[in-house]
């Protein structure tokens, strides 16, 4: 015969002596007060899962860096608790001093979520309405009766984007160093025709946020940035965030870098905030990140309504100031980043509430949306891989000798480099580029050192080949010419 309490079973088919008797009764006191305890502890498994997560996703961005994918910071929080908050790599390379969660990054384009977040606060407050013409703030502007503040906010306005103009694109890169006035900006796109109906197709342009930032000062009569602060910021208590980062002198600012590997460190010339004004200047820290991502939450700063329509795609998956998209069969909303010297990441997974924030001082060869993916699946227990350090493989000349020769892309822009032998090794060579040695790792596969690419070979019939060039997750094919 069995007896059981609380899960643990006794034998009584034979009478225990007294002290046996006293051992059952003990043990049975010590195992029911362990199974009591542990089960008004749900927490700790929690916890551990938790921390399993943290050391996972530790691990996977430590073989990020020592590939040169990462150099920057991350928080990743779910349910409003942080699993993983840590800086990797080099705030100032020369200067050997570290990143950590106080680094001070330019974020690029995220500003244009936090711009949103300003005009639909100032809606909120009578100050403007979405449905407002642009002609009501620009009267002279062409064809500004036909498009809307919503237009401006998703992107569907027709303008086209400054940053792509001639005048700015072929302007030496020491100008966007300078300061400039809203009337010199505007007028590198102003008088351009529209690309299309407005509303009826998306194209995303900086215009339009550039465009959001001045009606913000014209309806309230402060600042830009003097409204950021007293609207967004304040409240929030967002302390380290700001927009002016060129003249930013803290101990705590990042140096931006177009590349940042063992064999390279270049470091980047910054835009001056009036170039990048509402569409792209903003600086800020991973901690002030995240508490304008917790309002998302609350109605600390917007209605939920308001919140939910931001969030919801209007044309090309963009909503006001937001993109939207599923990541794993999971939907998300979020806005990258991307300016001279920094590059920024921002997801958030509304149903299970993950957040996930990247921010790094490395613009090129730098692909935060892939380490977004990978970080995502550590968290929802999906498969993932750790990059790896590529081995090279000592090739014999007569397999390299079938590579040598000119190729030329296949897409626009056309570029034309030449392939050929230097020392042993692949050399490809662009007119007005510098020389990248190609390291083989296969016969057919090759891979760059100083930025993270693989080049491939690829056969087509007996005389012809191509080959495609692997880089943050694009491929860009050539052909041989001769």
Known sequence: MRRCQKGFCISLAHKPTTLKKQLYLQLCLLLASTSTYLLAQPYLGKQILADSLAVRMDEYLQAC????????VTLIAKNGNILLQKGYGWKNFHEASGIDSQTIFQIGSLTKSFTATLILRLQEEGYLHLSDKLSTYFPSYP?????????????????????????????????ATQPKTKEQILALFEDKPLMFKPGTK???????????????????????????RE?????????????????????NKATGYSYLTKQRQEPSIAYDSTISYAAGAMYSTLTDVYKWARSMTT???????????????????YGYGFFSGKMHQ????????????????FVWFEKGDVVIILLSNVLEETNLGAITSSLASIVFEQPYQLPKVRQEVILDTSILKQYVGEYKSIKRPRITFHISIENGRLVARKKGGADEILYGETESLFFLKEVDAQVEFIKEGEKGLKVIVHQNGKQYISKKVN
């Open 65 to 72: 860096v020592a590939t040169s994918h990462f150099n920057g």
């Open 143 to 175: 064809q500004g009766d036909k498009i809307t503040l919503k237009h401006l906010l998703t992107h569907t306005s027709g303008i086209v984007s400054y940053t792509e103009t001639d005048e700015f694109t072929g302007a030496a890169a020491s100008e």
């Open 202 to 228: 998306y194209s995303y342009s900086n215009s339009g946020y550039f465009l959001l930032g001045w009606i913000a000062q014209k309806v309230v009569g402060k600042p830009y940035e003097q409204l950021m």
């Open 231 to 251: 609207k967004v910021f304040e409240p929030l208590q967002i302390g380290h965030s700001g927009f002016d980062f060129i003249h930013l002198q803290h101990a």
């Open 299 to 317: 109605e600390a700063m917007l209605p939920q309504k308001t919140w939910q329509q931001a969030f919801t795609p209007y044309k090309g998956e």
């Open 330 to 345: 999971r939907k998300f909303i979020g806005h990258s980043g991307g300016t001279k010297g920094f590059s920024a990441h």
